[in-house]
């Protein structure tokens, strides 16, 4: 279990919160008059990965499930909007709003199956779930294109305009990090909290810990959903690596980059990832070589993520502390 | 299916198994004992295969070349294991298992590029080694040697193994470490010292593999991806922990799979996670395993 | 009768560790369960509070056979169970602990869009006030002193007022002053709220301060039953805690 720190005070003082929160916005809104085209491509990369991250980290920093799979339900949102667009020619309100709902029933289905095990079992079937989802799509050319994936997928031309494009995912993803933000600190969220704090304790506080999981799950493939959807209106494309373990891997390593145990975490380490892995790349030829070491550093060394090691810097300033 | 197509598929299937058993065995054990999922398995095979390739061609003028690389890179990928051990995985014991999968992770990336930039990222080959060119006829079918050293390599590994562990000193202390670390400290055993040496015979495995596998395939970039998945199937089949298990598993998955190729070419790819996701809620602790 | 178990048996493998208990515990009553280590007075617990499962034998609660029921339903039924081993929710608060038990008790733990933050805070203020803990209520469970931990622990369990108490050794490392303030608080909660209590203790000055009947177990069964007096003067049961006994196999 990561180590016990002391909630610091300041950093979550309700006024600089909000100070910070407003800057943070503000700059948001008026951002593409500050950037140019591309950072502000690499900005709307920035907003899904965020959602997906905070999505995923909602079942594994919040409730303490740790799951490998969560790039299986990220594809399935960015699929149904993809074959509904490309296929079925719909209208694009109704392609977006089908992928959370897939997303749901679909993270319902393998959820209940991956919550009977618990910890190694359970990490081991939502990966296995994920490469059943890989390879239905992957081979199911005659739907999703197989491993062409599926290109050109027609949009509205409302979303020709790259700054029309960064509005509307600023405005969805907002929304939706409000909403699971409103979800953690919540009486559910707490409880989830406690699941992860104490999943055998919970049941004896009248808690169906089973159901609760299930639960977490389910909101967490939502969101995922929307997130996919968003990447597949935003790159007017799908491709089967969307649901490839490595992709969920990247989610992992954005939220434990940032930080598992604090909402801002996965979306400051998707800001963080997303710059590194698209200007290194271009840099370098060895950028794998580069994040591997990256990453066994930020395990060994940087545990709880730049958020917690901010937290705890900071707090270690502050001398009063409510207790020993 | 004729009875002859059906031998064969077997046969296929049961070789492609072998391979198979060598590394998961080495994970399993790692699993069993060291409580770590070792996503970088796969790595330290693909390893094997590219250091198997550099011997070959190195001292390609050499007579039985490939008997050598079979000695050498299994010492390599060993002595690569523990380093990794002492210098990364010790300091990550005990941890929430999500840092191991992201460490182990880490290492995948790691290696990969750096067999990318040692031996580029196109095709390398291997030839079969003489004797073992060639095909051998058996019930009226012909069969490539090499596929029956390979099922041979494979019996003779898991016998190896099982004396190994059960039959020596050496097994008992890995027993009782696997079994109560604390206690076999207790006992004066020295534990990390296990775990290094554990880490290293997984690793030595996982490279012996690597080296088996290029004379009739070839050494490439993402054997590591691709193997290490259908290795946690087997090991889950089978039981984290447990030899026979893996050994067992191997065979199920290199039989279905080769079935599977036959049957549904499109799904085959799928039955091993359909049959994992069985083996976690009908029975987590796989066939052969050990209840945690 | 609040609660009573009818012949309850449990083994593990080859051992009985639990045979033939029948045990029973009333409105406004305090039952103590005393006797050596690997008595089987947690497994007994654990049946109870379907945490394991029972192999023979019925648990009856308010006339209700809750046998079977799993865990969460039992304790939503109004039994309140505390642990040997601490079990708080170390990352949490004090007052999120107390909080969360709270939220649960109440049904409003499914609430997805309210704000937590201070919600309850009246009550969890108050509950925080019984156990001695409101000047720590911000400290992160984990880091608490032992003592405190364990009375938090009582706290999690009194926030979900149950009609039934089981609690396990829940003075285990506290000071003597720490001691004498639990049990009073845990005394004058029972005899105000008419609730049952069974606690499992090995500070015998508890036990028999404020018990009104005590079962001594040993190797898994109910030696005797009586009031403090009467477990005093008994021979069977000075015997074991001074002499040995042999070990009974299934």
């Not at chain 1, 909403?179 to 699941?195: E, K, M």
């Not at chain 1, 159901?211 to 494309?237: E, K, M, N, W």
């Not at chain 1, 997303?274 to 840099?283: E, G, P, Q, R």
């Not at chain 3, 002193?145 to 050794?169: C, F, S, T, W, Y």
Request: hydrophobic share 50%; with cysteine; net charge positive.
């Amino acid at each position: 279990m990561a180590e016990i720190r002391a909630k610091p005070t300041w950093l979550h003082a309700p006024a600089i919160r909000s100070i910070l929160i407003s800057i943070g916005f503000a700059s948001l809104i008026a951002l593409p008059a500050l950037i140019g085209k591309s950072w502000l491509n690499i900005t709307i990369e920035i907003l899904i990965m965020a959602l997906a991250a905070c999505s995923l980290n909602l079942m594994l920093g919040y409730t303490g499930l740790v799951s490998f799979g969560p790039a299986g339900l990220y594809a399935v949102g960015a699929y149904t909007t993809a074959i509904l667009l490309a296929r079925f020619k719909m209208n694009i309100v109704p392609a977006m709003i089908a992928a959370p709902i897939m997303a749901a029933i679909v993270g319902w289905a393998v959820g209940w199956v991956c919550v009977r095990r618990t910890k190694v079992y359970f990490a081991l079937l939502t990966l296995a779930f994920s490469q059943i989802i890989w390879t239905i799509i992957f081979e199911w050319y005659a739907v999703t294109g197989g491993d062409n994936g599926i290109i050109s997928i027609p949009t509205p031309e409302f979303f020709f305009s790259i700054v029309n494009s960064y509005y509307f995912c600023l405005a969805v993803v907002g929304c939706c990090i409000f909403t699971l933000w409103r979800i953690v600190n919540s009486p559910f969220g707490r409880t989830l909290q406690a699941i992860r704090e104490n999943p055998g304790r919970v049941e004896f506080i009248g808690v169906n810990l089973k159901r609760y999981q299930l639960a977490a799950f389910i909101l967490s493939s939502t969101f995922l959903g929307i997130a996919g959807s968003l990447y597949c209106v935003f790159s007017d494309s799908a491709f089967p690596d969307f649901a490839h373990w490595t992709k969920s891997t990247d989610m992992l390593v954005v939220c434990l980059l940032g930080g598992l145990y604090r909402f801002s975490g996965p979306l400051v380490g998707s800001a963080i990832y997303t710059i590194l892995a698209k200007t290194l790349s271009k840099h370098t030829m060895h950028w794998n070589l580069i994040l591997g070491v990256a990453i066994v550093l930020l395990v060994l060394l940087m545990r709880n993520g730049v958020m917690g090691f901010l937290s705890e810097r900071l707090s270690r300033k502050k001398q009063a502390r409510p207790c020993a | 299916m004729t009875l002859e197509a059906a031998l064969g598929q077997v046969l296929s299937g049961i070789s492609l198994g072998m391979v198979w058993f060598l590394i998961a065995a080495g994970l399993s054990i790692i699993f069993g004992t060291l409580k770590i999922l070792n996503l970088a398995h796969g790595s330290i095979y693909m390893l094997g295969g590219f250091l198997c390739y550099q011997v070959t061609s190195a001292f390609s003028h050499v007579p039985g070349v490939f008997w050598l690389a079979l000695l050498v890179a299994p010492l390599v990928t060993a002595l690569v294991g523990g380093c990794i051990e002492i210098l990364l995985l010790r300091r990550i014991y005990g941890l929430d298992m999500i840092y191991q999968y992201l460490l182990t992770f880490g290492l995948i990336l790691i290696v990969g590029e750096v067999c990318k930039i040692l031996w580029g990222a196109g095709y390398n080959t291997v030839a079969v080694p003489w004797p073992l060119n060639g095909t051998v006829n058996l019930f009226a079918l012909s069969f490539p040697k090499y596929n029956l050293f390979l099922i041979g390599m494979g019996v003779l590994v898991f016998v190896g193994l099982r004396v190994l562990i059960g039959a020596t000193s050496l097994g008992a202390v890995v027993r009782a470490v696997t079994h109560n670390r604390e206690i076999a400290g207790a006992l004066g055993i020295n534990v990390p010292g296990v775990y290094t040496g554990v880490f290293m015979l997984g690793c030595w495995l996982a490279g012996l593999a690597g080296t088996l596998t290029p004379p009739m395939s070839v050494v490439a970039l993402g054997a590591d991806l691709s193997v290490i998945i259908d290795c946690f199937i087997i090991v889950v089949i089978g039981g984290l922990g447990s030899i026979s298990g893996a050994f067992l598993g191997s065979i199920i998955l290199g039989l279905t799979t080769a079935f599977g190729l036959y049957i549904i070419p499109k799904l085959a790819v799928a039955f091993g996670f359909i049959l994992m996701i069985i083996v976690l809620i009908i029975r987590p602790r796989g066939l052969m395993g050990v209840s945690d | 009768m609040l609660l009573e178990t009818r012949g309850l048996r449990k083994s593990f493998g080859g051992l009985m560790a639990v045979l033939e208990v029948d045990l029973q515990v009333d409105h406004k009553e305090i039952v103590s369960i005393i006797g050596p280590n690997g008595a089987g007075k947690s497994t007994l617990f654990n049946l109870i509070t379907g945490h394991i499962p029972v192999d023979r034998g019925e648990v009856h609660f308010k006339g209700k056979d809750i046998t079977r029921l799993a865990p969460y339903e039992i304790s939503r039924l109004g039994i309140g169970r505390s642990f040997q081993k601490l079990n708080i929710f170390p990352r949490l608060s004090a007052f999120q602990n107390i909080q969360v038990a709270l939220f649960s008790a109440k049904g409003l733990n499914r609430r997805l869009f309210s704000s937590a933050e201070n919600s309850l805070s009246e009550e969890v203020e108050e509950i925080l006030e019984n156990l001695g803990l409101a000047d720590r209520s911000g400290a992160p469970g984990g880091l608490l002193a032992h003592g405190d931990q364990k009375r938090l622990e009582l706290g999690i369990v009194l926030a979900l007022n149950p009609e039934l108490l089981l609690l396990d050794e829940p003075t285990q490392g506290m000071s003597a002053g720490e001691t004498s303030q639990t049990t009073e608080l845990i005394y004058g909660l029972v005899k105000k709220r008419r609730m049952g209590l069974a606690f499992v203790e090995h500070d015998m000055k508890v036990v028999f301060g404020i018990s009104d009947r005590i079962y001594v177990m040993h190797q898994g069964t109910m030696i005797f039953c009586g009031s403090p007096e009467e477990v005093k003067s008994n021979e069977e049961v000075r015997n074991i805690y001074l002499g040995k006994g042999k070990r009974r196999v299934a």
